[in-house]
């Protein structure tokens, strides 16, 4: 009966853990750090997550509010942009303002569920570009995945997981 018990508790501990992932697609690899501290960085606004028919409201602006939060760690000068544009517009406007680093984010994916009902986790991915304002050169493409909990009693929203990929992404560009 014991072993019973505690296989099961195993069970639930195995099957509750929340998984994060960054997928490093097309990362310029250097010996030096991608970013430094001094450059001025520009964050995009991306539009909305939609999943399904459904629109979470202000999710590009959680996803804009935690790069922002994981950038302000590392470098001097971080902007935010006020409005959604398309990526040649932002690199425009990255330069006009004197930004060295645009970061553009794209939500490809935001799932937001009942956990504690359903058992369904909340997804989130999110592609990222980091540029080089002049000439507009690609720094690094990355794709950030996070899911939660699958047993949990707590019903929290996708951004809660941002922080998981966005921070430990934000820190390797600095090195």
């Known amino acids: 009966m014991k072993k019973t018990i505690?296989?099961?508790?195993?069970?639930?501990?195995?099957?509750?853990?929340?998984?994060?992932?960054?997928?490093?697609?097309?990362?310029?690899?250097?010996?030096?750090?991608?970013?430094?501290g001094e450059q001025k960085v520009l964050v995009a606004?991306?539009?909305d997550g939609v999943y399904q028919n459904i629109k979470y409201d202000y999710s590009g602006q959680q996803v804009q509010q935690a790069f922002f939060e994981a950038l302000s760690f590392e470098a001097?000068?971080?902007?935010?942009a006020?409005?959604?544009?398309?990526?040649?517009?932002?690199l425009a406007y990255a330069g006009n303002i004197g930004a060295q680093v645009l970061v553009y984010p794209v939500i490809t994916h935001?799932?937001?569920?009942?956990?504690?009902?359903?058992?369904?986790?909340?997804?989130?991915?999110?592609?990222?570009?980091?540029?080089?304002?002049?000439?507009?050169k690609v720094l690094d493409r990355t794709s950030l995945y996070a899911t939660?909990?699958?047993?949990?009693?707590?019903?929290?929203?996708?951004?809660?997981?941002?922080?998981?990929?966005?921070?430990?992404?934000i820190k390797q560009l600095y090195r």
Do not use: H
């Not at 006020?82 to 932002?90: A, F, R, Y």
């Not at 935001?110 to 507009?136: A, C, F, L």
């Open 82 to 90: 006020n409005q959604v544009q398309s990526l040649d517009d932002s």
């Open 110 to 136: 935001w799932e937001d569920r009942n956990t504690p009902w359903s058992g369904m986790r909340d997804k989130i991915r999110v592609n990222v570009q980091v540029y080089s304002v002049v000439p507009g």
């Open 148 to 169: 939660n909990r699958w047993f949990s009693f707590v019903n929290a929203a996708p951004a809660n997981l941002l922080k998981k990929v966005v921070n430990p992404y």
């Open 6 to 36: 505690l296989w099961l508790g195993a069970l639930f501990v195995l099957a509750g853990c929340a998984t994060a992932d960054i997928d490093r697609m097309g990362t310029v690899q250097s010996a030096a750090p991608v970013l430094s």
């Open 45 to 47: 606004l991306p539009k």
């Open 76 to 80: 001097g000068n971080v902007v935010l």
